[in-house]
């Protein structure tokens, strides 16, 4: 009888359906980049692909951008700052008239560490001039992220997966600009303005397409 009723059991468990796995989450996109994609084609995973070309902007554009590089540059501006200022001050109180202020607190210093002035001078003019050159170096450090600001990395980078999409999607890759933009265009701007770049014109999505020729490139 407890055969039959085990039976039983494992028959009713195998009749029975695993449970599905729940599906997965879809990657999510402005209203108005979807808009420009299902103009271009109306296809579930066209705009999938879309959205994770936007998502890959983001990325990238994070990467540049980022609180990171905020803190970076504003840690820099403030060494730069203090350090041509003890430049100056460091200035005046080695080659600064006798009466000056900063050669008098610079004395006192000196005779504080090495019982004389005198023999606070020399590593002091050594301290001058790596403060001067670390600030000038520190200027073009400054200059060298502004720059990395304005690259076209995430842009490139979105325009690679763009053709990819295209041609996996049987779309022709046009650069026409002007007053109606190629498909390709309208929608690599579009992509920037939903990863929040509003400053892409049709202009630099072009050139950003013309310069990548990866045909073989993944698919987002």
Not at 13 to 31: C, H, L, V
Not at 45 to 72: I, K, P
Not at 121 to 128: A, G, H
Not at 164 to 181: I, N, R, W, Y
Request: aromatic letters at 4%.
């Amino acid at each position: 009888m407890a055969t039959k009723k085990s039976a039983k059991s494992k028959a009713a468990a195998t009749n029975k359906r695993a449970p599905q796995a729940p599906p997965k989450a879809a990657i999510k996109i402005g209203k108005r980049l979807e808009a420009v994609a299902r103009e271009i084609k109306d296809a579930d995973e066209f705009v999938e692909h879309v959205a994770g070309l936007a998502n890959r902007y983001r990325r990238e554009q994070s990467l540049v951008s980022g609180d990171t590089q905020a803190e970076l540059r504003q840690s820099l501006r403030t060494f730069q700052k203090h350090a041509s200022a003890l430049v100056d001050w460091l200035q005046q109180a080695n080659d600064g008239k006798p009466s000056a202020i900063e050669r008098k607190a610079f004395d006192v210093i000196g005779t504080k560490l090495h019982s004389s002035p005198v023999l606070a001078r020399p590593p002091s003019k050594q301290t001058l001039e790596w403060l001067a050159k670390a600030s000038e170096a520190t200027l073009e450090v400054i200059a060298g992220l502004k720059r990395t600001d304005e690259d076209d990395t995430a842009l490139r980078v979105a325009a690679e997966g763009l053709r990819a999409t295209f041609e996996h999607h049987k779309l022709k890759v046009a650069l026409t600009v002007g007053e109606q933009p190629s498909e390709a265009i309208r929608l690599l701007c579009a992509i920037a303005r939903d990863a929040g770049d509003d400053g892409i014109e049709p202009t630099r999505a072009k050139i950003a397409l013309r310069d990548t020729n990866r045909p073989r490139a993944e698919v987002a």
